[in-house]
């Protein structure tokens, strides 16, 4: 299993992700509420970890990265539905 | 109106008139005490813990952890103990007999009545309460922070705390608690004891536990209702905040996804063991001291990592003996959501296991964290919008204990001053 972050989609974001034609990136999670599972490398995961001093990976269940500052969490989706791809990481962290 | 507690005991409020108070505390050894302790005497003052009277002496630990039972023979699962270190008994001269002055935020709190002052093996009193002498376990790892001495006996309360908002109207005595319960007209009433603040999955375990317990009682008045019980003590980092809990669980009601007739949101002041069945019995007890006929007990109860089988917790009530505990377990499954059905449901009906969605705790402390609304199927939207108020308002900005709100949050409660 590859590490994640998960990028919650609810109603609001669903919209904004099918005008970018990427509805279909979302996966169902629970009762309607949908996540985008933004991968991470190794090392991607160990600088985010980094720069993100609260944030914790889950290595024994979830294999994601949890606790990332709200703004965070905000900043990677805006990025995504920009690129149009969930594989923005690299451009994430180059601000950083 | 009676107030018989658990064990047949009447429920006695060891709590002294101000004026006798003053009186009684003149020249007493003070001993400052830690917050478990603080909410301990209270519980023990006002009856929660009844038929205890006060901090357990070498006898009653013992059949605690043998036998689970107090030495009069009582049902007791977990050792309820004042502890105290060896230098502090000498550089006090404290000597069975004596009388001590409790004090709390540097206030006069209550009288210990030092009846015994005895050792216990902590390894295994640990081992006897929690099945484990492994201090990863948090129940463990409190018994082996208690000091190397216990004193046992009386508590009275000289100082009555006085509760801070928001806590202040969800706080009930356990004889106003069933004054409230006849008010109502309540016949049977059962305990959802909680430490979260609620999403649908919570909901409907309560509605479901509600069903079961109304079950054959006729339906045009309302005789049954739901008690909610948020324990309060001690917090650690990553838990939800208390007022979250406490508020978001009373909007249930005023939003009305319960009617105002069959819901009520209380608080207990405990610190959690996590003994996971000793401490479902623990619960149970405690709730029959609050008047409730029913507790409910969902998968892994008060348990902690892989310590307990998820339904230990329901199994240990077959051994209780018949007539030693005056509530009555309502054992239940989890609910989940299935896309099939296409609603919230109890997984012990739902046939569509392999499209079931869980209400994984993770999953939900990841929604709240990102502050992303989720369908009203998870968290009601009134429910959620006050999780992320209370974040503001009380958390410091985060719907979880951080070290900030550890260090400046509003107590819950404090201790007026005295005048002696
Ligand atoms: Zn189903």
Known sequence: ?96 | MTYIGHGGKEIVERVLEPEKAAEAIKGLTPVPIRGQIAREIIDIAYGFFTPLEGFMTRADVEGVCNEMKLANGVLWPIPIVFDISTEEINEKGIKEGDKLLLTYQDKPMAILEVEEIFTYDKQEMAQKVYGTTEDKHPGVARTYNYKDKFIGGKITLVNPPKINPPFDEFFFTPKQLRQKFAEKGWQRIVAHQTRNVPHTGHEWLMKGAWLSTHGELPVEKTLTGVLVNAIIGEKRKGDYIDEAIVLCHDVLRKAGYFREDVHLTSITLWDMRYAGPKEAVFHAILRSNLGLTHHMFGRDHAGVGTYYDPYDAHRIFDQIPEGALNIKPIRVLAWWYCPICGEVTYSGLCGHKEHSQNFSGTLIRSIIQDGVKPPRLIFRPEVFDLIMECAEKYGFGSAFVTDKYLKERNPVFSLPDMKY
């Open chain 1, 1 to 96: 299993m590859s590490i994640t972050i998960n990028i919650w989609i609810n109603e609001e974001r669903y919209e904004k992700l099918q005008k970018a034609g990427l509805a279909n990136m979302a996966e169902e999670a629970l009762a309607g509420l949908k996540v985008i599972k933004v991968p991470c490398t190794e090392e991607q995961k160990d600088k985010v970890l980094k720069v993100f001093p609260t944030a914790k990976y889950d290595s024994a269940t979830t294999k994601s990265i949890e606790l990332l500052p709200r703004e965070v969490k905000d900043k990677i989706f805006d990025l995504v539905v920009e690129k149009q791809s969930i594989d923005v990481m690299d451009d994430f962290l180059k601000n950083y």
